[in-house]
């Protein structure tokens, strides 16, 4: 039950609903994803540490900067799901460079930022 809840809080902000939705198109830097989101760093530190304590996603720290990007490897089954089912059901549509209104930085791919 602990685990539903955690990925119902994870769910319940527009601005992690958004930050997923970026993540969909690969991995970002937290710079990417504040510039994305139009928020202060602490902000979305926390929202990102929500998503992660969730397991919704995963991340990785290469010098100063953290990486973002969906759980695969270590993804519960709940969390596969309930992703499959936010990816069908959002309304956001992805499209020509552009999420939610806003547009998509370039993935980093394993480079620096």
Avoid at 67 to 93: F, G, N, Q
Wanted: charge should be positive; aromatic fraction near 6%; proline fraction near 4%.
């Amino acid at each position: 039950m602990k685990e539903i809840i955690e990925i119902a809080k994870a769910f319940s902000d527009p601005n992690r609903v958004k930050a997923l939705m970026l993540l969909k198109h690969g991995e970002f830097c937290v710079c990417q994803i504040v510039d994305f989101l139009k928020l202060a760093p602490s902000t979305v530190s926390k929202h990102m540490s929500i998503l992660k304590a969730a397991g919704i996603i995963e991340s990785r720290k290469d010098d100063k900067w953290v990486y973002y990007r969906i759980a695969t490897k270590e993804a519960t089954p709940a969390v596969k799901e309930i992703l499959t089912w936010v990816s069908k059901h959002i309304d956001c549509k992805c499209k020509n460079g552009s999420c939610c209104g806003t547009k998509i930085p370039k993935p980093i791919g394993g480079k620096k930022c």
